[in-house]
């Protein structure tokens, strides 16, 4: 039970956006869409990370802990943060990471 209060904390404050950051979505071509016509002349840059981290259930079985998310940002420094900041906590199982700036 200490596990899923601790994973649900940091899965509400670890993706959320902050600084920089426009829009959050599970399919790339939806995280910048809004932010290109709400703003026009912003540098947009697509952040995207996945990976996971390996946990025990209470029978002390493994699992995975798998994020797979989209971002939009308005500089690839705040992207690189946020993705410093996950592959922090979920470090375990590499996943893919980028930083794509879109204009």
Avoid: K
Avoid at 19 to 25: K, V
Avoid at 29 to 56: K, M, Q, T, Y
Avoid at 61 to 68: K, S
Wanted: glycine share 10%; proline share 7%.
């Amino acid at each position: 039970m200490r596990f899923a209060a601790t994973y649900l904390a940091a899965s509400l404050v670890l993706p959320g956006p902050f600084g920089g950051a426009l829009a959050a979505s599970d399919d790339p071509g939806g995280a910048c869409a809004g932010a290109a016509v709400n703003e026009p002349f912003a540098p947009l840059v697509l952040g995207h990370f996945s990976g996971g981290r390996i946990f025990r259930t209470s029978d002390g079985v493994p699992m995975i802990a798998w994020r797979d998310e989209f971002q939009c940002f308005t500089s690839r420094r705040v992207c690189a943060t946020w993705q410093r900041q996950m592959t922090n906590a979920y470090r375990h199982v590499e996943g893919y990471t980028t930083c794509l700036p879109l204009r």
